[in-house]
């Protein structure tokens, strides 16, 4: 089993939409969980990230990490067409490195 | 600012070629890391650096070699390039700095093995 498994979808929604991306995982020692952004052909970008148990909200985005049930979230409002993109989920046990992905979400959001 | 530079953007090797990839950040971040990216598996740890001197496996180290002689610099080598080596590979630092949750990442490489 992986430690950390991701829908890899493909998914698409209309301009607008309310996006929920999901991951869970199985080594109860993470502690920090994160959401990257990559676009085609780019490395990973850090979009959000939750320590802990909780709900994170920047704009758009919420982050919420629900650790009892080793399940974690982001949802994305009023979804753009620049929001198309893959998203990763990743998680740690501590701070620095080893990061653990998942394999990642194709998000396409249609005009 | 430059961020985390990989180098070659893209490679074609032979079966049992010998190639290195270089990755340097200018952050002055004491961990770096090697991750190998293939579709449907997601981003794998290849090897990691917690500082200068300092390397250990990560999830998929057979068949590739890392050393840290300086702060900036985390080269990866392939001994012997097999085609199930054919892969995105992306270089990434962070700090404990920063919290250390938030890893940089270069732009990847595309390597080829035929």
């Known amino acids: 089993q992986k430690e950390v498994e991701q829908d890899p979808g493909p998914l698409s929604v209309p301009e607008g939409a309310i996006v929920s991306l999901n991951c869970t995982y199985s080594?109860?020692?993470?502690?920090?969980f994160m959401w990257y952004r990559q676009y085609s052909r780019k490395g990973p970008e850090l979009l959000m990230y939750?320590?802990?148990?909780g709900n994170k909200e920047d704009g758009r985005f919420t982050a919420q990490v629900d650790k009892s049930s080793k399940y974690i979230s982001l949802f994305i409002r009023d979804s753009q067409p620049s929001d198309s993109a893959t998203y990763l989920c990743?998680?740690?046990?501590?701070?620095?490195?080893?990061?653990?992905f998942g394999t990642g979400t194709s998000l396409t959001v249609i005009p | 600012n430059a961020g985390v530079t990989q180098t070659p953007k893209f490679q074609v090797l032979k079966t049992g070629q010998s190639m290195t990839l270089q990755c340097a950040q200018d952050m002055n971040h004491e961990y770096m890391s090697w991750y190998r990216q293939d579709p449907g598996m997601g981003l794998r740890l290849i090897h990691y650096s917690v500082g200068a001197g300092i390397t250990d496996q990560g999830e998929v180290p057979n068949g590739y070699n890392v050393s840290r002689s300086t702060t900036e610099d985390f080269p990866l080598r392939l001994l012997s390039a097999a085609p199930s080596q054919t892969s995105v590979y992306f270089c990434a630092s962070s700090s404990d700095r920063d919290r250390g949750t938030e890893a940089f990442f270069g732009q990847g490489t595309r390597l080829t093995v035929v």
């Open positions: 939750t320590y802990s148990s």
């Open positions: 990743a998680m740690s046990p501590f701070t620095g490195n080893q990061f653990y």
């Open positions: 080594n109860s020692a993470f502690q920090y």
